[in-house]
């Protein structure tokens, strides 16, 4: 289990995430957690829109390697960062 950055700069409106911190066993499952539940994103709710407070899609997620995880974290949400408006 390793930690990641993951930051965009698409979507700059007011109530949206621009970054978290996750804990994640690989990239590709960083760049799909969504900061709001913490949770991994499938092709269907990029699709489907479940994302209106982060970005459209995959490819517009920046991912930064942090390091390895404490083997006691769990997947998923550490901390995120949101912009209320």
């Known amino acids: 289990m ?6 965009q700069t698409v979507n700059t409106d007011y109530d949206t995430y ?3 911190v996750v804990c994640a066993p690989d990239e590709e499952t960083a760049r799909s957690l969504n900061p709001d539940t913490g ?5 269907a709710d990029w ?8 970005v459209s899609s995959p ?3 920046q991912v930064r390697y942090l390091g390895p ?3 006691s974290v769990k997947p998923g949400l550490v ?7």
Do not use: C
Request: no cysteine; aromatic share 8%; hydrophobic share 40%.
């Open 2 to 7: 390793n930690i990641y950055h993951i930051s």
């Open 18 to 20: 621009d970054a978290a």
């Open 39 to 43: 949770k991994p994103m499938t092709d």
């Open 47 to 54: 699709r489907n829109g479940l994302h209106d407070a982060w």
């Open 59 to 61: 490819s517009d997620v």
């Open 69 to 71: 995880a404490d083997p």
């Open 79 to 85: 901390l995120a960062s949101f912009n209320a408006g």
